[in-house]
């Protein structure tokens, strides 16, 4: 009786690790199928791009043109923000937005180092800081008096090299360098070096993840 019982015992385990096992195994296929379909869909982009060092399982990818896009839309956004505060506009209210819209502080990490920050307030890996550094007015942040208030008239940005030789795409990251010239009611025309990580988010917009600027080595200034 008591062998009968463990002989019964073991083909009900053996029936259940079977059923698991196999349970386990379709859902396996069935993602192994999806990430498969995907990756033909982002392999498509490499292959026409002609990218390499994308990740391994990339699931997005970014494109030239979108990088582009953001970069453009960066400078244009801070053109705006000084129009805005010249006709007595909600500039803070926009300005904002634009880092709501444009850089990744609502989702995650951001590295941004911008062109005349110095000492312990380099650094902006927050809203906060960025905010104040582009339209000052915060007390925590006394040395800023608002990048984007001077006003800009003008914005351009231009990638290193030819074409898109200075746009670096990794799946859904894509790194940038090149330069930003800036131009004020003057006609003055200052230029900066400037680099840019974007990735994309589930929404499929870009999101910048680093902002690093400076401005240009002088040696006649040593």
């Known amino acids: 009786m008591k062998s009968t019982t463990w002989i019964g015992s073991l083909l009900l385990v053996t029936f259940f690790t079977s059923s698991c096992n196999q349970a386990a195994e379709k859902i396996k296929q069935e993602t192994t199928n999806v990430v498969t379909q995907t990756s033909d869909k982002v392999q498509k982009v490499i292959d026409d791009f002609g990218l390499v060092y994308v990740e391994e399982g990339a699931q997005d990818i970014i494109t030239y043109d979108e990088v582009n896009a953001a970069q453009q839309a960066w400078c244009d956004a801070l053109v705006k923000i000084g129009q805005l505060k010249e006709e007595g506009g909600d500039y803070k ?11 990744n502080y609502d989702n995650g990490k951001v590295f941004f180092k911008p062109t005349l920050a110095f000492g312990e307030q380099t650094f902006r890996n927050t809203k906060k800081g960025a905010l ?9 942040y006394p040395n800023d008096k608002g990048f984007a208030l001077t006003p800009w008239v003008k914005a351009r940005y231009d990638n290193a090299g030819q074409k898109n030789e200075g746009i670096q795409i990794y799946g859904s990251v894509a790194i940038t360098m090149g330069n930003v010239w800036v131009t ?9 070096d400037k680099t840019w990580v974007f990735k994309k988010g589930k929404d499929g917009k870009l999101k910048i993840i680093v902002h690093k600027s400076s401005l240009p080595f002088s040696p006649a200034a040593q």
């Open 93 to 103: 209210a926009f300005a904002e937005k634009v880092l709501t819209d444009a850089y």
């Open 132 to 140: 104040a550094y582009f339209i000052g007015g915060d007390p925590d």
């Open 184 to 192: 004020g009611k003057d006609g003055k025309e200052v230029m900066v």
